[in-house]
């Protein structure tokens, strides 16, 4: 008989943490909805399955490691001491205890959180990208020559739409100054202000190592949203129920794509996944102009696995089952060379 796959599920906590943690509460709340899905996944396909959440000690990584002896890590840690910027050094500390995990690299995730150097690098290759401008904290933020107006400001190194509010959609000298006041100070973050662009919301999810699958599209349509009102994908707009209701926001698979389009998107997203180096799997957020111009906004390596979350539900749509696609996530990230 084949021997049955040990998985350590690796999760991030908001308080310090002990090595065998009840989460039997925390896993009935809708914060830790995708580490639930994914352990009734794990157990479904008759994995020997461990947890481990961790705060801000690392030691407790080593000692599950050495007295679970793990095949493979199933990673969900993206933050560590409450800090979103740490996830790529948890992922270094995977790397080079030499344990198989799932989903990105430490490279990948790097590039695809700084919007300033995806964009670069994509630019670089003429992937279609907004005009921006990286500004740091600490210095002057004089009057911008490029990009021009309406703009974008938001935090260069955030995700999940953090820092981003109608705010952030600014149209004046005076607006930008102030709202890039607002984010050096109130997210101690450097900021990217980019060109707004006009357009169609596609997320785009894609997955494999060396061959990749693009699964079927996402859009977010701006259904009750005003014409002449910008369309942004704002915190509120992502993750406020209410909020989605009142302005008709819906996520959805889009319809009557021509498909010759469809197929250059999904090049077009290889060819992004392959030059930020991302592994695993990913979201690729984009806009399509009314002249089919696809712009480059941000790639989301391990983005939220929960099944009624985009990426699942792309996969579902392909014919993936939730714990297929928990399988061969598993599968891929023990075929990953690392390092």
């Given at each position: 008989m084949k021997k049955k796959l040990k998985v350590l599920a690796l999760f991030d906590?908001?308080?310090?943490?002990?090595?065998?943690?009840?989460?039997?509460?925390?896993?009935?709340t809708e914060d830790w909805k995708t580490e639930a899905n994914v352990l009734t996944a794990l157990g479904e396909l008759g994995y020997t399955t461990e947890h481990l959440a961790i705060f801000d000690n690392l030691d407790l990584v080593r000692q599950k490691l050495e007295s679970f002896a793990p095949d493979v890590i199933f990673n969900l840690a993206d933050q560590f001491k409450n800090n979103r910027g740490f996830d790529q050094h948890i992922v270094s500390l995977l790397e080079m205890q030499g344990v198989p995990f799932t989903g990105?690299?430490?490279?990948?995730?790097?590039?695809?959180?700084?919007?300033?150097?995806?964009?670069?690098?994509?630019?670089?290759?003429?992937?279609?990208?907004?005009?921006?401008?990286?500004?740091?904290?600490?210095?002057?933020?004089?009057?911008?020559?490029?990009p021009k107006f309406p703009i974008l400001v938001k935090p260069v190194k955030e995700e999940a739409s953090y820092g981003i509010s109608q705010a952030s959609f600014v149209t004046t000298d005076e607006q930008f100054k102030e709202r890039v006041a607002f984010i050096h100070e109130k997210h101690d973050a450097d900021v990217i202000a980019e060109e707004y662009i006009e357009g169609r919301e596609f997320y785009v999810s894609v997955m494999g190592t060396l061959k990749l699958t693009v699964f079927p599209m996402r859009e977010l349509v701006f259904g009750e949203v005003p014409p002449n009102e910008p369309k942004i994908a704002t915190y509120r707009a992502k993750w406020d129920e209410e909020y989605r209701k009142r302005w008709g926001l819906q996520n959805r698979f889009p319809e009557g794509l021509d498909p010759a389009l469809v197929a250059n998107i999904e090049e077009t997203c290889k060819r992004i996944y392959r030059l930020l180096t991302i592994e695993g799997y990913a979201r690729i957020d984009l806009r399509l102009t009314a002249a089919n111009e696809i712009y480059f906004i941000e790639a989301n390596p391990n983005p939220i696995l929960a099944a009624d979350e985009d990426f699942a539900q792309s996969a579902g749509q392909a014919g993936l089952s939730y714990p297929q696609l928990i399988d061969r996530i598993i599968r891929q990230g023990m075929k990953t060379v690392r390092g």
């Open positions: 906590a908001v308080r310090p943490t002990t090595i065998d943690q009840d989460l039997s509460a925390e896993m009935k990105c690299g430490a490279t990948g995730l790097v590039l695809c959180k700084h919007k300033g150097i995806s964009k670069k690098i994509l630019g670089y290759h003429h992937i279609h990208v907004p005009n921006f401008v990286v500004i740091p904290r600490g210095q002057r933020i004089a009057r911008l020559k490029r």
